[in-house]
């Protein structure tokens, strides 16, 4: 029986390990993603020839080896893959987490990582429903809120932050991120073994916090700058 056991506990700690890694693997990818995502939403500020330019390269990238907008459907089929991996390494990782504990961690409490932690799952639901109308918005549905038309990348942009409350809910969504972001690398960094020396851990949370705050402010400053009236049609 002890042997059974022995065997059954060593399944589980390898499957965990295993989740944790395809966390964050899918994490650090994401971390690519939007930094490049980022990058070329500050195309907005050049005017609307360069926006408009940088989203029709983006769709002939790969030409001719790829079809038209070839580039972006593995893309998006690449992310969609990482995304349900990371969504359910997550929620099977909070399962067991959540089934094996009897009692409350205090100490954990007082440490912070259940604000940590909770910040984690309810900041990962909020970016959840926040990704899905940023799909409707700009990719799938292309929903101009001025009824405007969506045929132009850079008008639909700014037909869409000149609304102050899309802009509000997208820098909400935007602190999310920041904070998913700060501790999800730390996180990944911890679960690849990067944060074996107090050296190294420091690094680690001074790069997460450095990445975080560049990313938010990256993509901030474009909404911003439609309300301030900076970028317009």
Request: hydrophobic share 55%; aromatic share 12%; proline share 3%.
């Given at each position: 029986?002890?042997?059974?056991?022995?065997?059954?506990d060593?399944?589980?700690?390898?499957?965990?390990?295993?989740?944790?890694m395809?966390?964050?693997?899918?994490?650090?990818?994401?971390?690519?993603?939007?930094?490049?995502?980022?990058?070329?939403?500050?195309?907005?500020?050049?005017?609307?020839?360069?926006?408009?330019?940088?989203?029709?390269?983006?769709?002939?990238?790969?030409?001719?080896?790829?079809?038209?907008?070839g580039?972006?459907?593995?893309?998006?089929?690449?992310?969609?893959?990482?995304?349900?991996?990371?969504?359910?390494?997550?929620?099977?990782?909070?399962?067991?987490?959540?089934?094996?504990?009897?009692?409350?961690?205090?100490?954990?409490?007082?440490?912070?990582?259940?604000?940590?932690?909770?910040?984690?799952?309810?900041?990962?639901?909020t970016?959840?429903?926040?990704?899905?109308w940023?799909?409707?918005?700009?990719?799938?549905?292309?929903?101009?809120?001025?009824?405007?038309?969506?045929?132009?990348?850079?008008?639909?942009?700014?037909?869409?932050?000149?609304?102050?409350?899309?802009?509000?809910?997208?820098?909400?969504?935007?602190?999310?991120?920041?904070?998913?972001?700060?501790?999800?690398?730390?996180?990944?960094?911890?679960?690849?073994?990067?944060t074996?020396t107090?050296?190294?851990?420091?690094?680690?949370?001074?790069?997460?916090?450095?990445?975080?705050?560049?990313?938010?402010?990256?993509?901030?400053?474009?909404?911003?700058?439609?309300?301030?009236?900076?970028?317009?049609?």
């Amino acid at each position: 029986m002890a042997t059974t056991d022995l065997v059954r506990d060593g399944r589980a700690v390898r499957s965990t390990i295993f989740l944790k890694m395809l966390m964050a693997l899918s994490g650090l990818l994401f971390v690519a993603f939007v930094i490049g995502h980022a990058y070329g939403n500050l195309k907005a500020f050049a005017g609307h020839d360069a926006f408009n330019e940088y989203a029709h390269h983006l769709r002939t990238l790969g030409e001719p080896m790829l079809p038209h907008s070839g580039f972006l459907w593995v893309l998006r089929v690449g992310l969609i893959v990482a995304f349900v991996l990371h969504v359910y390494a997550a929620f099977a990782l909070w399962a067991r987490a959540k089934q094996a504990r009897t009692t409350p961690y205090v100490m954990k409490k007082r440490t912070g990582a259940t604000w940590a932690s909770l910040i984690m799952r309810w900041g990962g639901l909020t970016l959840l429903l926040f990704i899905v109308w940023h799909l409707l918005n700009f990719t799938i549905g292309k929903v101009n809120p001025q009824s405007g038309p969506t045929d132009d990348p850079y008008n639909l942009l700014v037909d869409t932050f000149d609304v102050w409350w899309l802009t509000l809910i997208y820098l909400v969504a935007m602190a999310m991120l920041g904070a998913h972001l700060h501790h999800g690398f730390w996180s990944a960094c911890q679960t690849l073994g990067w944060t074996s020396t107090a050296r190294a851990r420091q690094a680690a949370k001074s790069v997460g916090f450095t990445l975080a705050l560049i990313i938010v402010i990256g993509f901030s400053i474009v909404p911003l700058g439609v309300l301030a009236g900076v970028i317009e049609k």
